[in-house]
C-alpha cells in the first residue's frame, strides 16, 4: 500500500501565498509523475500542475506565472508554491502519484482565498 498525506492548506487573503506537500510512503518503486489536482466546489475535479520524474513540468493556463510545483525525489514529496492568490482559486487540493503499480491519490486539503 501507498499512503499519500498532504499538508499546506488553509485560510489565505486574496494576493497571498501558501505551500502545499504531499509526502508518499509505504511500497514506493520508482515513482513517474507526480500532480496536483483541484476541485471547486459543485465542479469536476482538475489538473492543476505536473512534473515528471524526468524533470518535464506542465501547468494549467489559470495557475501559470503564479503556481510553482517541484519534487524530492529524495524525499517522494511534491510541492506546490502558490502565490498571487485569487477567491477563484478556493477548492479542495488533491495531489496524484503513479508509479508501474498503480495511480494513488492523497486526502485533499482545503485552500480557501477569502479577505
Known amino acids: 500500500q501507498v499512503q499519500l498525506v498532504e499538508s499546506g492548506g488553509g485560510l489565505v487573503k486574496p494576493g497571498g501565498s501558501l505551500r502545499l506537500s504531499c509526502a508518499a510512503s509505504?511500497?514506493?518503486?520508482?515513482?513517474?509523475?507526480m500532480a496536483w489536482y483541484r476541485q471547486i466546489q459543485g465542479k469536476e475535479r482538475e489538473l492543476v500542475a505536473t512534473?515528471?520524474?524526468?524533470?518535464?513540468?506542465n501547468y494549467a493556463d489559470f495557475v501559470k506565472g503564479r503556481f510553482t510545483i517541484s519534487r524530492d525525489n529524495a524525499k517522494n514529496t511534491v510541492y506546490l508554491q502558490m502565490d498571487s492568490l485569487k477567491p477563484e482559486d478556493t477548492a479542495v487540493y488533491y495531489c496524484?502519484?503513479?508509479?508501474?503499480?498503480?495511480?494513488?491519490w492523497g486526502q485533499g486539503t482545503q485552500v480557501t482565498v477569502s479577505s
Open positions: 509505504g511500497k514506493i518503486f520508482s515513482i513517474g509523475v
Open positions: 512534473v515528471a520524474s524526468g524533470g518535464w513540468i
Open positions: 496524484k502519484m503513479t508509479q508501474l503499480v498503480g495511480t494513488y
